[in-house]
């Protein structure tokens, strides 16, 4: 299984970008799909996760949104509003379980497939 992010980038604060991961080797339309990310210094943590619902981190929400195209197996955090404190490596992950609480869903050792991260860059 591999997961293929891309989409990081430098971008001011308020700007947007949109993050992409192409997976291939599993069966992406019955996966939980998630994003986690790690700045530098700090424990990785979760952004927005895709099961049986859509789950967002209180830090994020409202501001990023999390979708699937299942057709192309590929997942996409849209970011809008970006803020310094967004700046961090952004992590694709999934596994082939559902998970049943929000607390679940963002616990990162839930999931067992994990891509190489994409940087994202948000200047002051």
């Known amino acids: 299984v591999q997961l293929q992010a891309s989409g990081g980038g430098l971008v001011e604060t308020g700007g947007s970008l949109r993050l992409s991961c192409v997976a291939s080797?599993?069966?992406?339309?019955?996966?939980?799909m998630a994003w986690f990310r790690q700045a530098t210094g700090k424990e990785r943590e979760f952004v927005a996760a895709?099961?049986?619902?859509?789950y967002y981190a209180g830090s994020v929400k409202g501001r990023f949104t999390i979708s699937r195209d299942n057709a192309l197996n590929t997942l996409y955090l849209q970011m809008n509003s970006l803020r310094p404190e967004d700046t961090a490596v952004y992590y694709c992950?999934?596994?082939?379980?559902?998970?049943?609480?929000?607390?679940?869903?963002?616990?990162?050792?839930?999931?067992?497939?994990w891509g190489q991260g994409t940087q994202v860059t948000v200047s002051s």
């Open positions: 992950v999934g596994d082939d379980r559902s998970f049943n609480t929000r607390t679940a869903y963002s616990q990162p050792s839930r999931y067992y497939y």
């Open positions: 895709d099961g049986r619902g859509t």
């Open positions: 080797g599993h069966s992406f339309s019955r996966s939980t």
